[in-house]
């Protein structure tokens, strides 16, 4: 059984770095065609796609966020990593990781999420 946890500080100042980091058990994340992802829901709205880092390495960010974005990995702890530099409040929202299958076409296993609070 695959699982995915999410952990970083849950409170970040204004123009600071948010940091999320992604513990993947149960499976590789360089196993061929799974693509792990970041997904955040700020309040009272729909989920936001952030962006990808591949089983090969490629990564892809969404074009509102990706002069802020990057997405990183650690193979030989099977972790992920987003940073997001200068931030806002409008960066307050629950921080998903998400691993996308790509045969599939599905988004197939959602860490819980973490909250990430942007706030001076």
């Known amino acids: 059984q695959v699982q995915l946890q999410e952990s970083g500080p849950g409170l970040v100042k204004p123009s600071q770095t948010l940091v999320l980091t992604c513990t993947v058990s149960?499976?590789?994340?360089?196993?061929?065609?799974?693509?792990w992802n970041w997904i955040r829901q700020p309040p009272g709205k729909g989920l936001e796609w952030i962006g990808y880092?591949?089983?090969?390495?490629?990564?892809d960010y969404s074009p509102s966020l990706k002069r802020r974005t990057s997405i990183s990995k650690d193979t030989s702890k099977n972790q992920f990593t987003l940073q997001l530099s200068s931030v806002t409040p409008e960066d307050t929202a629950v921080y998903y990781c998400v691993r996308y299958y790509s045969d599939y076409r599905s988004y197939d296993y959602w860490g819980q999420g973490t909250q990430g609070t942007v706030s001076s």
């Open positions: 149960g499976g590789s994340i360089t196993t061929n065609y799974y693509y």
């Open positions: 880092i591949g089983y090969n390495g490629v990564t």
